[in-house]
């Protein structure tokens, strides 16, 4: 491991994963903006080789397809594109999906997860990063494929595939749960209900 570890040093995908919902209309435009700005402070001695892409979701259960959940956005380094695929997902919080808590933040990170990437974790770092002002909804089977315990199969996704989280997430047992179960590859930091920390 200390070879591909040395190999894919520098080498990264990052998954940001957006939830679209109405209550983000505060936030979504500032974490754009704080995305773009991220992206530009790269620093080419630290990070040779990146791509990014923006997946949103809303609520599976009660928004139309095109709000609830697109993890189809391509990958792309050019910063330009990467403003696009934000605006999109700002032009769909105008929507007002996701109604009542809590929304889909866990289908969407166990698609973004097992299907996000494709180069094998020893080429490339894998990174989602989640921003979300709701609380999670079950995992639902639709998504799973099978009838399980949801978050066990999203912990065991994360840990098989080494793929890094980053859940900036409201005060949540099942976000705790992956938190305490997944050892290096995830890291939670709690925000306040309203999302403005």
């Known amino acids: 491991e200390g070879t591909q570890e040395s190999k894919k040093k520098g080498v990264v995908d990052i998954i940001f994963l957006l939830d679209t919902s109405g209550s983000m209309g505060p936030a979504i435009a500032d974490i754009g903006k704080n995305i773009a700005t991220f992206i530009q402070n790269l620093n080419p001695e630290d990070i040779k080789d990146w791509r990014v892409k923006v997946f949103s979701f809303s ?20 910063p330009q594109e990467i403003v696009n695929q934000i605006v999109e997902c700002i032009n769909l919080v105008k929507k007002q999906g ?4 809590p929304e889909s933040s866990l289908d969407a990170m166990f698609l973004a997860a097992r299907d996000g990437f494709d180069e094998s974790w020893t080429e490339r770092t894998r990174v989602i990063i989640l921003f979300t002002d709701a609380t999670p909804k079950k995992i639902l089977k639709e998504t799973l494929g099978v009838d399980a315990d949801g978050i066990a199969l999203l912990r065991q996704q994360i840990n098989d595939s080494h793929t890094y989280v980053h859940m900036f997430a409201p005060v949540h047992e099942d976000y705790t749960t992956l938190k305490t179960n997944s050892g290096k590859f995830i890291n939670y930091f709690p925000i306040n209900e309203d999302g403005v920390s």
């Open 59 to 78: 609520d599976l259960e009660s928004d139309n397809p095109e709000i609830a959940l697109n993890v189809s956005r391509p990958w792309t380094k050019d």
């Open 98 to 101: 996701g109604g009542d808590e």
